[in-house]
């Protein structure tokens, strides 16, 4: 280990994972490491005094967030050069896994300070594990970007990916960014975890079009993450039937017939007329039923 100008030894930072949820979900060595350390840096120091007040832990705390980061991290690694140790933690979860801790990490590594990671929870391995989807290689891609442009430029850069793709959402953006997925991936199967591990935890797997219905007249509460299955080399084009599922949810969707054959377009792979004029034959079909 380092030393320190004044002759002492390093302390050591520790990366500790806490519940992403169920309190419960703690391990027996975070619980120790939390107990021992002379500092817990926290993202929400609210949120975490919880944890410790519901295992008698009496460290004292102090605020490590985004908007902190550039001016906190050189203090804290002030304190660690001093020989202080300290224990990051984020709300919930595995810090610096798209929550605060990078700028942290990085400057302590720079000057070889001890780093040990606590592993634990995590959202992303939590949802992989029961999406049901091939778990032997996926992409992470963490959050979306919120604006709807933004966000489909993203998404049309993946739509050729072939491992599974995990996001984070929240839940205010996630019905958009479902129809932006079905939009430009087509109706591929995803998975969408909601309040994991908590008292209302809801799963859901299925074709995008189905869980964009199933979400739909009911508001959407709680940390999201979703799963999207890998493009599939060998169909280059959907189905025909996945276009038409496709077609049937914009049109519900109050999409106009012109903009819904773009879409099934660009997502299905298949001419724009083709599209066109499936989306007729939907419209056509649907007044038939209805006046049948």
């Given at each position: 280990m380092p030393a320190t100008g004044a002759g002492d030894v390093a302390g050591t930072l520790y990366i500790v994972a806490t519940p992403i949820g169920n309190l419960e979900d703690i391990t027996l060595r975070a619980l120790r490491i939390l107990k021992e350390v002379d500092l817990i840096a926290a993202?929400?120091?609210?949120?975490?005094?919880?944890?410790?007040?519901?295992?008698?832990?009496?460290?004292?705390?102090?605020?490590?967030?985004?908007?902190?980061?550039?001016?906190?991290?050189?203090?804290?690694?002030?304190?660690?050069?001093?020989?202080?140790n300290i224990a990051l933690v984020s709300d919930a979860g595995t810090p610096c896994i798209s929550d605060p801790g990078y700028r942290l990490v990085k400057s302590a590594a720079e000057v070889d300070i001890p780093i040990v990671p606590i592993p634990g929870p995590s959202m992303l391995t939590a949802l992989m594990s029961v999406g049901g989807l091939p778990t032997d290689r996926f992409a992470?891609?963490?959050?979306?970007?919120?604006?709807?442009?933004?966000?489909?430029?993203?998404?049309?850069e993946l739509c050729h990916e072939e491992r599974p793709l995990?996001?984070?959402?929240?839940?205010?953006?996630?019905?958009?960014?479902?129809?932006?997925?079905?939009?430009?991936?087509?109706?591929?199967?995803v998975v969408v975890?909601?309040?994991?591990?908590?008292?209302?935890?809801?799963i859901l797997r299925g074709p995008v079009s189905a869980v964009l219905s199933a979400?739909?007249?009911?508001?959407?509460?709680?940390e999201v993450a979703l799963v999207v299955e890998g493009w599939d080399r060998k169909d280059e084009s959907t189905s025909e039937q996945s276009a038409a599922a496709l077609m049937r949810q914009l049109l519900a969707d109050g999409v106009g017939l012109k903009e819904a054959a773009r879409a099934v377009s660009e997502a299905c792979h298949i001419p724009k007329r083709d599209a066109y004029a499936l989306g007729v034959k939907i419209k056509a079909d649907s007044r038939t039923h209805q006046h049948g």
């Open positions: 993202e929400d120091t609210r949120h975490t005094r919880k944890l410790l007040t519901h295992y008698g832990i009496p460290t004292p705390l102090t605020s490590y967030h985004d908007h902190s980061e550039s001016t906190k991290a050189p203090v804290l690694v002030e304190t660690l050069l001093a020989g202080k992470f891609e963490g959050f979306l970007p919120a604006k709807q442009g933004q966000r489909q430029s993203a998404l049309r995990i996001f984070y959402e929240s839940p205010h953006r996630l019905l958009r960014t479902l129809a932006d997925l079905a939009q430009i991936f087509g109706d591929r199967r975890g909601r309040e994991l591990t908590k008292q209302f935890e809801e979400f739909h007249n009911r508001p959407v509460k709680g």
